[in-house]
């Protein structure tokens, strides 16, 4: 089940990251500008992923995770294939919010999963490989994006039904969300693992769905909510920068879409396989020490080894360029390791799902669906360029990955004091709902 887990990571990422690659061709088919590309990247995807993000969790907890993440993916496969029919800015925006719909139940879902098929001390590597494969998606989505439309200008798909006679971005679209399907129907021949001590942990109590949770999130707000954000806050230069290097390459550096799909998306892919791998084994190392604070630590400074990478535009040679840009692949695949392993480690078991769902509530409405806009919005109406799109990264970038680390910083302060305090409502002080991990 693993397997396809990471196959799913990756085509949920390919599904939204197509966009990124295709922006001028959209543009100018449809007639739409660098705010409009941002909403399409980031706002129309972030609607029903964040407000359904939550309700996702919570079934995840209580229903089949399984069942539920087969139809998620369906919805967003057959939306990626309505985003390749658009043909308006509305139709497109709508298409890209059933994306969301249908992605919001990846998380919740993956994440428990994998939690209930290891025990503790085991799960860092199982998590970091379904991590490393949506990081490796984004490097995919550019390579194959970039050889679906060399082969469509070429005339390679002259012939075929459907997709014969559609211009590239539309087939580009068309053919990924159809091989996500492939991967629900995988999904639906694996057997669902057993909720992890389903019967020894203590049940938190609630007289509706989502209260304890909120009550357990509100009592360790000091270590949760800036740990919270400051993941948010650094995945809005993931999302942001992501979304708009490319373009920064072809309009600042003359790139061609051939040129990313030969050697951004290869760079990417090797970035992104080195960064959850890395990840894995940090947590591995700091389960068998026995420092959870160590993983707090990893989350605080690691983020401001992307700073050089959002000065790519600073660069003259465009190899240069696209290394160093594709070198962030690595440092947000471990900080998105890192992060989804430590709440598993300190939310009760039966708020696994719940947990992951706040988190990527918030990383979805902070960081994707405001990073792309962001920058875009930099370039549009304060530097009035789109050839200046590098420039708007660096602007947005550089103070984003300082206040997010500074966040994380105090998330550590945070625990470093409920540990040493040992009051009830402690994180990992309570060994009748929390692994000992």
Request: hydrophobic share 55%; charged share 10%; aromatic share 8%.
């Amino acid at each position: 089940m693993v397997s396809l887990l990471f196959l799913a990571g990756i085509f949920s990422v390919i599904d939204r990251a197509i966009l990124n690659i295709v922006v001028d061709p959209i543009r100018l088919d449809l007639g739409i500008t660098d705010v409009q590309i941002g909403l399409l990247q980031g706002l129309a995807f972030g609607v029903f992923y964040a407000f359904m993000g939550l309700p996702m969790g919570l079934l995840a907890d209580r229903t089949s995770r399984k069942r539920l993440l087969i139809a998620g993916i369906s919805i967003w496969s057959l939306a990626t294939i309505a985003s390749g029919y658009a043909t308006s800015f509305g139709e497109l925006f709508a298409a890209r919010l059933m994306v969301g719909l249908g992605e919001a139940a990846l998380g919740p879902c993956a994440i428990s999963l994998i939690a209930d098929m290891f025990p503790p001390e085991k799960r860092g590597r199982p998590i970091s490989v379904y991590m490393m494969g949506q990081g490796l998606a984004n490097g995919i989505a550019i390579s194959v994006t970039g050889i679906i439309i060399s082969v469509a200008i070429a005339g390679g798909f002259a012939g075929i039904p459907i997709i014969g006679t559609m211009t590239p971005w539309r087939t580009t679209f068309v053919i990924c969300g159809a091989v996500g399907l492939l991967v629900a129907m995988g999904l639906a021949t694996t057997r669902e693992p057993r909720r992890h001590n389903a019967t020894a942990v203590k049940p938190v109590k609630a007289a509706l769905p989502g209260v304890a949770e909120a009550q357990f999130f509100w009592r360790n707000r000091g270590v949760l909510l800036p740990l919270y954000f400051g993941f948010a806050i650094i995945f809005l230069v993931a999302y942001g920068a992501g979304a708009w290097a490319p373009a920064m390459l072809m309009r600042a550096f003359g790139a061609s879409p051939a040129f990313l799909g030969a050697w951004l998306g290869p760079f990417s892919i090797g970035f992104a396989a080195i960064g959850p791998l890395l990840g894995g084994i940090l947590l591995d190392r700091s389960m068998k020490s026995g420092k959870i604070m160590a993983r707090f630590a990893i989350l605080t400074f690691v983020p401001l080894l992307a700073i050089p990478s959002a000065l790519a535009v600073m660069l003259e040679d465009v190899y240069m360029a696209a290394l160093l840009v594709a070198s962030s692949a690595a440092i947000f695949s471990v900080v998105g390791t890192v992060m989804f392993a430590t709440l598993q480690a300190i939310v009760p078991p039966q708020m696994r799902g719940s947990s992951i769902s706040l988190t990527l509530i918030l990383n979805t409405m902070i960081g994707a669906a405001c990073g792309p806009l962001l920058i875009a919005s930099v370039t549009e109406h304060i530097l009035g360029d789109p050839e200046l799109v590098g420039w708007s990264i660096a602007i947005v970038a550089i103070p984003s990955l300082l206040i997010g680390s500074i966040l994380y910083a105090v998330a550590w302060r945070g625990m470093t004091r409920a540990r040493l305090a040992k009051t009830e409502t402690a994180l990992l002080l309570d060994p009748a709902l929390v692994d000992q991990n």
